[in-house]
Nanobody
Framework: QVRLVESGGGLVQPGGSLRLSCAAS????????MGWYRQAPGEQRELVAE???????NYADSVKGRFTISRDNAKNAVYLQMNSLKPEDTAVYYC?????????WGQGTQVTVSS
C-alpha cells in the first residue's frame, strides 16, 4: 500500500518560515520524482517544486529564491523549506510521487500565512 504523509503545516506570519515533510512508504522511493503542489480555495492545484530521483529541481516562478525542495532517499522523505512566506502562499500543500504512468498523492497539509 502506497502512503504519502505530509506534516509541518501551520499558521505563520508574513516573512516567516515553515518546513514541510513528506514521508513515503510502499514505493521504491529513489526511482520517483517527488513534488510539492498547492491548492488555494477556488484555485486549481499548481506545482510548487519538484525533484527528480537524481535530485534535479524545478520551481514555480512565484517561489524561486524563497522555497527549497530536497529529498533523503535513505529516509524515503522529501522536504520543502519555505522562507519569506507571503499571504499568497496560503494553501493546502500536497506531496506527489510520480514514476512513468504511476502517480500518488498525500492527503495535504494546510499552510496559512497571516498576521
Amino acid at each position: 500500500q502506497v502512503r504519502l504523509v505530509e506534516s509541518g503545516g501551520g499558521l505563520v506570519q508574513p516573512g516567516g518560515s515553515l518546513r514541510l515533510s513528506c514521508a513515503a512508504s510502499g514505493i521504491l522511493f529513489r526511482l520517483y520524482a517527488m513534488g510539492w503542489y498547492r491548492q488555494a480555495p477556488g484555485e486549481q492545484r499548481e506545482l510548487v517544486a519538484e525533484i527528480t530521483g537524481s535530485s534535479n529541481t524545478n520551481y514555480a516562478d512565484s517561489v524561486k529564491g524563497r522555497f527549497t525542495i530536497s529529498r533523503d532517499n535513505a529516509k524515503n522523505a522529501v522536504y520543502l523549506q519555505m522562507n519569506s512566506l507571503k499571504p499568497e502562499d496560503t494553501a493546502v500543500y500536497y506531496c506527489n510521487a510520480a514514476y512513468r504512468l504511476l502517480t500518488y498523492w498525500g492527503q495535504g497539509t494546510q499552510v496559512t500565512v497571516s498576521s
